[in-house]
């Protein structure tokens, strides 16, 4: 026995269409995302209410971060090296060219953790999984 489905042809047209929109969307959300992360870190470290020591470098008067916050920026060195990019269709990284940027992040047996990243990709998991539900939806419909 056979069974022939008629418009086979058009729904895999359909099908693959539909594929194709869902990862361009799924594509510019995750660099959406990872352009979120990366605005998020700067922002974390450039500002909020640093508690930790006040020294004096150069005649300057700085506010370092305590143990738990986001680093307090001073040079601007750290700010500057952050960036983010695609890896592939579907992925992206948001780091630092700087080595030290993980050592703060996560701390070291003389420096306790100060993340900026970690609190960030929390905050973004939950808005990207929102949003790519929003697009399931939408074009599955």
Do not use: C
């Amino acid at each position: 026995m056979r069974v022939t489905l008629e418009g086979d042809k058009e729904l895999k047209a359909a099908l693959a269409n539909m594929s194709k929109r869902i990862e361009d969307e799924m594509s510019d959300l995750v660099m959406d995302t990872a352009a979120g992360i990366e605005a998020g870190v700067k922002l974390r470290i450039q500002q909020g209410d640093k508690m930790g020591r006040v020294y004096t470098r150069g005649g300057v008067k700085h506010q370092a971060s305590a143990p738990g916050q986001a680093p307090a920026s001073d040079t601007g060195e750290l700010v500057g090296s952050i960036y983010h990019e695609r890896e592939s269709e579907l992925t992206a990284t948001t780091g630092s060219r700087l080595s030290k940027a993980a050592m703060l992040e996560y701390g070291t047996a003389k420096i306790a953790p100060r993340p900026a990243w970690t609190p960030e990709r929390e905050v973004a998991e939950d808005d990207f999984r929102k949003d790519a539900e929003r697009i399931l939806s939408r074009v599955v419909r």
